[in-house]
T-cell receptor, first 115, second 117 residues
Framework: QKEVEQNSGPLSVPEGAIASLNCTYS??????FFWYRQYSGKSPELIMF????GDKEDGRFTAQLNKASQYVSLLIRDSQPSDSATYLC???????????????FGAGTQVVVTP | DTEVTQTPKHLVMGMTNKKSLKCEQH?????MYWYKQKAKKPPELMFV???????INESVPSRFSPECPNSSLLNLHLHALQPEDSALYLC????????????????FGPGTRLLVL
């Protein structure tokens, strides 16, 4: 079982619709969860982080965390063509399992927003 | 200001060359990282410098050698690389790796695109 799992996509979303991205993780003691956006050929850019159960909203982005289900998601409302990118889910595991701040990355979900 | 800078942006080198990648941050962060990213794959952690202590991913070959001249600079020395080392090399920094506070976040630089011929 991979430590962090995401659907690779591509996830095709009509412009103006909601894109829903999912991520599951295996370490129940994981503390912090991050969503990075990566355009082709560019470096990852942090768009959201969450560490408490529930929802966290920032503009058109909402991160949702359910630690009991070991599940974190990202919603992108009013999707725009500029949202077309790969979205990486990253998890900081329990300090008991890692002592040097390693982030565990999922494989990424490619999102394609079609006009 | 969440800027991490990396130079050069692109690098082409032969298998017998020695080169260095440079990374700098001015955010007062105490942890810096080198990642390697192949196409359509997530970043893979290579090295971490935190409070002047180096941690190594043991799968990284010795032809990669990190150096941390001070808390804001991180270099990656390259020697006798192989074509399979061609990748995007990413530097990142975060405030305090040792404490691992829940809010601690890694910020990436723009990367160096390396091609080994």
């Amino acid at each position: 079982q991979k430590e962090v799992e995401q659907n690779s996509g591509p996830l095709s979303v009509p412009e103006g619709a909601i894109a829903s991205l999912n991520c599951t993780y295996s370490d129940r003691g994981s503390q912090s969860f991050f969503w990075y956006r990566q355009y082709s050929g560019k470096s990852p850019e942090l768009i959201m982080f969450i560490y408490s159960n529930g929802d966290k909203e920032d503009g058109r982005f909402t991160a949702q965390l359910n630690k009991a289900s070991q599940y974190v998601s990202l919603l992108i409302r009013d999707s725009q063509p500029s949202d077309s990118a790969t979205y990486l889910c990253a998890v900081r595991p329990s300090p008991r399992t890692d002592s040097w701040g390693k982030l565990q990355f999922g494989a990424g979900t490619q999102v394609v927003v079609t006009p | 200001d969440t800027e991490v800078t990396q130079t050069p942006k692109h690098l082409v080198m032969g298998m017998t060359n020695k080169k260095s990648l440079k990374c700098e941050q001015h955010m007062g962060h105490r942890a810096m990282y080198w990642y390697k990213q192949k196409a359509k794959k997530p970043p893979e952690l290579m090295f971490v410098y935190s409070y002047e202590k180096l941690s190594i991913n043991e799968s990284v070959p010795s032809r990669f050698s990190p150096e941390c001249p001070n808390s804001s600079l991180l270099n990656l020395h390259l020697h006798a690389l192989q074509p399979e080392d061609s990748a995007l090399y990413l530097c990142a920094s975060s405030q305090d790796s040792l404490r691992q506070g829940v809010r601690e976040t890694q910020y990436f630089g723009p990367g160096t695109r390396l091609l080994v011929l």
